[in-house]
């Protein structure tokens, strides 16, 4: 079975600050692929980041960074200097090798970032 | 442009009257599905389609139908709504193989 796990419900910065969600998987598959998206408050989900199982490289996109880490079964979401616009609610995603693009979700973690 | 297209974007409807959100992408994929979004439980699959003709139960499909005639569309069928269907329900689409999927604008429905 597929499960993510984001603890933090909740998550509030000031403006500048840098901010980590934390996004814990389990899976019994070999192949795998792990997710984020941003739904900010207008509603929509907006994908950010895909990685495949057999690629560890933490990714850096602008003020965003990835680190995947097998031994943890982790994929943290790091926000550098965060921004107002940066104010969403953040879901992890995971879906597996069999039913490849069925999509598990966390539940979310909801940032505010404060002016 | 890409796009996945949900109809209607918002629904107040009462229950036991048969409803449909329509979904269409124009991206050629294979795969599409249905979410739908609960306070404190994230998204959770209701059905997916790897292709036509060819559906499948995902975790929450109890109360909802799906059919994929076409490519193209992927309607979610309520044929009997009740109260705790009330929820945010989004399509997504995106080819096999893992790859990023493709949302739509969600539709809020509201069950009386």
């Known amino acids: 079975a597929q499960k993510v796990t984001q603890a933090q419900t909740e998550i509030s910065v000031v403006e500048k600050e840098d901010v980590t969600l934390d996004c814990v998987y389990e899976?019994?598959?070999?192949?795998?692929?792990l997710f984020w998206y941003k739904q900010p408050p207008s509603g929509e989900l907006v994908f950010l980041i895909r990685?495949?199982?057999?690629?560890?490289q933490n990714e850096i996109s602008g003020r965003y960074s990835w680190n995947f880490q097998k031994s943890t079964s982790s994929f943290n979401f790091t926000i550098t200097a965060s921004q107002v616009v940066d104010s969403a609610v953040y879901f992890c995603?995971?879906?597996?090798?069999?039913?490849?693009?069925?999509?598990?979700f966390g539940t979310g973690t909801r940032l505010t970032v404060i002016p | 442009e890409a796009q996945v297209t949900q109809n209607p974007r918002y629904l107040i409807t009462v229950t036991g009257k048969k409803l449909t959100v329509t979904c269409s992408q124009n991206?050629?994929?294979?795969?599409m599905s249905w979410y739908r979004q609960d306070p404190g439980l994230g998204l959770r699959q209701i059905y997916y389609?790897?292709?036509?003709?060819?559906?499948d139960k995902g975790d929450v499909p109890e109360g909802y139908k799906v059919s994929r005639k076409e490519k193209r569309n992927f309607p979610l069928i309520l044929e009997s709504p009740s109260p705790n269907q009330t929820s945010l329900y989004f399509c997504?689409?995106?080819?096999?193989?893992?790859?990023?999927?493709?949302f739509g604008q969600g539709t809020r429905l509201t069950v009386v």
């Open positions: 991206m050629n994929h294979e795969y």
């Open positions: 990685r495949n199982s057999f690629d560890e």
């Open positions: 997504a689409s995106s080819f096999l193989g893992g790859t990023e999927a493709f």
């Open positions: 389609s790897m292709n036509v003709e060819v559906t």
């Open positions: 995603a995971l879906s597996g090798e069999t039913g490849a693009n069925n999509l598990f």
């Open positions: 899976t019994r598959d070999t192949t795998y692929y």
